[in-house]
């Protein structure tokens, strides 16, 4: 089993900045594929970033590439995903995913392919 604990939402105004953490804990190393996703108020949930094989596979959603880098820190167990430039349509609760499987890449945006889950991270962007 395997618990994901994410941090480092919050508010902030646009044109700023955010870094969220996402530390994987029990069995942390049999989860080659990791992502973010993210559900704004009375919106469906949505792909935001996922890093796959060893980061050879970093796959980002439309609506936030170039404004976001998705890595992750083996040693720590923790995957991040940094935001700059952000806008008020980026609000969310901001969820880390985690998968067993070294997910190919037209499988890395789907959300049934992620058996772990977190409980998310609020971010609230203000114009």
């Known amino acids: 089993q395997v618990q994901l604990d994410e941090s480092g939402g919050g508010s902030v105004q646009a044109g700023g900045s955010l870094r969220l953490s996402c530390a994987a804990s029990?069995?942390?190393?049999?989860?080659?594929?990791m992502a973010w996703f993210r559900q704004a108020p009375g919106k469906d949930q949505e792909f935001v970033a996922a890093?796959?094989?060893?980061?050879?596979?970093?796959r980002y959603a439309d609506s936030i590439r170039g404004r976001a880098t998705i890595s992750r820190d083996n040693a720590k167990n923790t995957v991040y995903l940094e935001i700059k430039n952000l806008k008020p349509e980026d609000t969310a609760t901001y969820s880390c995913?985690?998968?067993?499987?070294?997910?190919?890449?037209?499988?890395?945006?789907?959300?049934?392919?992620?058996?772990?889950w977190g409980q998310g991270t609020q971010v609230a962007v203000s114009s």
């Open positions: 029990g069995n942390a190393g049999s989860t080659p594929t």
């Open positions: 995913a985690a998968s067993p499987r070294n997910l190919i890449w037209s499988s890395l945006a789907q959300q049934a392919q992620y058996d772990y």
């Open positions: 890093f796959g094989g060893g980061g050879a596979r970093k």
